[in-house]
């Protein structure tokens, strides 16, 4: 049984980017205390980027977020089962969202257009902009990493993490994180790729044995190299235990203009 439809998204249209400015901006905010009046504008900016995100992904429905790597080709197997995992998602009713960039995130967001489902990116401003892939029906593009971040753990009710790198394992510990502290409610947190994922499995239940995190805190990790098991494991963990089926979407505001 599928999660309960909720309302088409619009067409694709980019859901505001920031306002002209450069990448720097970043680093000078990271660098130390600035002009009190420079601190002031830039929280300015912060909080427009946090509405614009919730603005824009406040009718997607309930979503799994999947992240991975960029720098998977389409005949590699990862982009493959990518490809099929966002297929699987769409048909049990999710919105799948990535960060809308190429390689698995391309791959999960295809998945899920292919199979008639919706698609959405949160993308995200560097140095070398990062182009939005083509299969997401709505884009959203932040500055800062930490607003991105925000909107894709907001409206997630399960991660799916494939291989990839810094970014992708900082998204990976992001999650466990949050859990852990209670931050959000146990969501599931799926790996997929067990030979890639196998030794920091390892070097997590060496962290239980030293007892720097308990075995409790890895109890929604779940390691598969198959769709159906990660299905099932949403299946049980998210849309069976917080009765998506019953959810029921926001309502539109004519005042907001949605």
Not at 103 to 131: D, F, H, W, Y
Not at 212 to 220: E, F, G, M, P, Y
Request: with cysteine; glycine share 8%.
């Amino acid at each position: 049984m599928a999660v309960d439809p909720s309302p088409s998204i619009p067409s694709p249209v980019p859901a505001g980017a920031p306002p002209a400015a450069s990448h720097l901006d970043e680093q000078v905010f990271l660098e130390g205390p600035q002009p009190r009046s420079h601190e002031f504008w830039r929280v300015l900016r912060i909080a427009r980027e946090f509405l614009m995100g919730f603005r824009a992904l406040h009718f997607v429905g309930p979503c799994v977020s999947v992240f991975g790597s960029a720098r998977f080709l389409e005949n590699h197997p990862y982009y493959v089962l990518a490809r099929q995992m966002g297929a699987r998602l769409s048909q049990m009713g999710f919105t799948v969202m990535t960060v809308g960039g190429p390689g698995l995130m391309e791959a999960a967001n295809r998945g899920a257009k292919e199979a008639g489902g919706r698609s959405v990116g949160c993308n995200i401003l560097l140095p070398t902009e990062q182009t939005p892939n083509s299969y997401v029906d709505r884009v959203v593009t932040f500055r800062y990493f930490f607003v991105r971040k925000v909107m894709l753990v907001k409206y997630s009710y399960a991660f799916v993490v494939l291989p990839g790198g810094f970014g992708t394992i900082d998204e990976l510990f992001e999650a466990l994180t949050l859990i852990q502290t209670r931050k959000i409610v146990d969501f599931p947190v799926i790996l997929m790729g067990r030979a890639y994922w196998t030794p920091i499995m390892d070097f997590m239940a060496q962290m239980v044995q030293a007892e720097t995190i308990s075995a409790r805190d890895l109890a929604l990790l779940f390691l598969t190299d198959s769709v159906e098991e990660a299905a099932q494991h949403i299946q049980t963990h998210a849309i069976e235990h917080f009765g998506l089926y019953k959810r029921t979407m926001p309502r539109r505001s004519r005042f907001l203009r949605e």
